[in-house]
């Protein structure tokens, strides 16, 4: 019966060890370069500014604020988050370079005018 599968291995050999699985290590084809940190970290700032705080973005995205600090590094989901909030471009929030872009729509305070 050559050919076939075998489920186990033949008597007297060893079965392989299982391969040891990466726990907390991020691939580094889904993860972000130095270069697309640096430019999420200041577009976070500066789309912050636009919402005041930080802790407002951090509302606004429905995050903690210390996700928006550069003692976490961020991951390619904030940029998604912050395209959503904002309608700007992952692309954009990512280069590091200055992009013009439209400023968001004010947010109504208060009652009927």
Do not use: C, Y
Request: no cysteine; proline share 13%.
């Amino acid at each position: 019966m050559k050919g076939h599968l075998r489920l186990v291995p033949p008597p007297g050999e060893a079965p392989a060890p299982p391969a040891r699985r990466r726990k907390g290590n991020l691939s580094p084809a889904l993860s972000l370069s130095d270069d697309e940190v640096r430019a999420l970290h200041a577009a976070t700032r500066n789309i912050a500014r636009t919402f005041g705080s930080l802790a407002a973005l951090g509302r606004a995205l429905g995050v903690s604020p210390r996700i928006l600090t550069r003692k976490v590094r961020p991951s390619p989901a904030l940029a998604v988050a912050l395209w959503r909030l904002t309608g700007i471009a992952v692309e954009t929030l990512l280069r590091p370079t200055l992009a013009a872009v439209p400023a968001p729509a004010p947010v109504p305070q208060g009652g009927a005018a």
